[in-house]
Nanobody
Framework: QVQLVESGGGLVQPGGSLRLSCAASGNNFGISAMGWFRQAPGKQRDLVAD???????NYADSLKGRFTISRDNAKNTVYLQMNSLKPEDTAVYYC??????????????WGQGTQVTVSS
């Protein structure tokens, strides 16, 4: 069984920074792309950023320049550095990953989500 576990959320003042982490754990699995989504109350879950195994990143246009996605393949971990945070960044942040356990079939796994609240 493969699991994604997020950490690093919390309460931060406007203009502050947070770094989210998401680690995949389990036995005998491979990971391709990894990403971050967010969902604010009453809204749909939207892409924040994703990154290929070789490090090519893609961002939501509105977040370019403030958020940076990165990954450590040796640790099966993806990160999201969030700077200059705004109240509208408040949401539950979810990581996901394309994972295979048999080398053939790929499945999207999701983490449980971590709350980020930007407020003074």
């Amino acid at each position: 069984q493969v699991q994604l576990v997020e950490s690093g959320g919390g309460l931060v003042q406007p203009g502050g920074s947070l770094r989210l982490s998401c680690a995949a754990s389990g036995n005998n699995f491979g990971i391709s792309a990894m990403g971050w989504f967010r969902q604010a109350p009453g809204k749909q879950r939207d892409l924040v950023a994703d990154i290929t195994r070789d490090g090519r990143a893609n961002y939501a246009d509105s977040l370019k320049g403030r958020f940076t996605i990165s990954r450590d393949n040796a640790k099966n971990t993806v990160y999201l550095q969030m700077n200059s945070l705004k109240p509208e960044d408040t949401a539950v942040y979810y990581c996901n990953a394309a994972i295979t356990t048999d080398g053939t079939k790929w499945t999207t796994y999701w983490g449980q989500g971590t709350q980020v609240t930007v407020s003074s």
